[in-house]
């Protein structure tokens, strides 16, 4: 089973970028996904999740309004696409699974999800 988070990379403020997390060994219909991302010495941080449906989903406040999280289960691969980054946003992102779909915050615990990807460097330049 491997999650593979990619996209990321060098942009300016204001500018944007979408991430891609594509599965391997598992079928992401099964599993509601998490979006999370960690700066250097701060704590791991949950951004956004989204039901197996794609239905619902749950932005921090962050975020909201600036990122949007999506899926294609036919694609076996979900989506973060930001906008209007900030220097702040500047982070490893990866994506994570889970069995247990919580529509608040809540959802975003890390200790819910059982399986994490790889990260992807978000560099957001003032």
């Known amino acids: 089973v491997q999650l593979q988070a990619s996209g990321g990379g060098l942009v300016q403020a204001g500018g944007s970028l979408r991430l891609s997390c594509a599965a391997s060994?598992?079928?992401?219909?099964?599993?509601?996904i998490g979006w999370f991302r960690q700066a250097p010495g701060k704590e791991r941080e949950g951004v956004s999740l989204i039901s197996r449906s794609g239905d619902s989903t749950f932005y921090a406040d962050s975020v909201k309004g600036r990122f949007t999280i999506s899926r294609d289960n036919a694609k076996n691969t979900i989506y973060l696409q930001m906008n209007s980054l900030r220097p702040e946003d500047t982070a490893v992102y990866s994506c994570a699974a889970t069995l247990s779909f919580i529509g608040d915050s809540r959802g975003l615990i890390p200790s819910l999800y059982t399986q994490w990807g790889q990260g992807t460097q978000v560099t957001v330049s003032s």
């Open positions: 060994g598992i079928s992401l219909h099964y599993y509601a």
